[in-house]
Nanobody, 126 residues
Framework: QVQLVESGGGLVQAGGSLRLSCAATGGTFSSHAMGWFRQAPGKEREVVACISGSGGTTYYANSVKGRATMSRDNGKSTVYLQMNSLKPDDTAVYYC???????????????????WGQGTQVTVSS
């Protein structure tokens, strides 16, 4: 069983930056590919990024490509999401999630992630 706790959300002005963290406990962290999702009010939860267990491969949604960097520190059992050039459309609750496998296969599919954090609110003001 993997427990995930996100942190780092908050209020930021458009054009600003934010780094989200997600600390994991339980399991062998490097054996889990990790994803970041977000859900805006009234919208479906959507994938933002995925990183493989080794950290060697990352995937990004088109909406954040070029503005987001996902990374992980397996020694600290933590993943990060660095978001730059934030826009009001980035406002959402951000969730981290863990797969049962070390690869980002089918990373777009929510159901392929076995464990979820409670989320952290990111609000971007215009």
């Amino acid at each position: 069983q993997v427990q995930l706790v996100e942190s780092g959300g908050g209020l930021v002005q458009a054009g600003g930056s934010l780094r989200l963290s997600c600390a994991a406990t339980g399991g062998t962290f490097s054996s889990h590919a990790m994803g970041w999702f977000r859900q805006a009010p009234g919208k479906e939860r959507e994938v933002v990024a995925c990183i493989s267990g080794s950290g060697g491969t990352t995937y990004y949604a088109n909406s954040v490509k070029g503005r987001a960097t996902m990374s992980r520190d397996n020694g600290k059992s933590t993943v990060y999401l660095q978001m730059n050039s934030l826009k009001p459309d980035d406002t959402a609750v951000y969730y981290c999630a863990a797969k049962e496998i070390a690869y980002c296969n089918t990373y777009l599919v929510r159901a392929t992630y076995a464990y979820w954090g409670q989320g952290t609110q990111v609000t971007v003001s215009s």
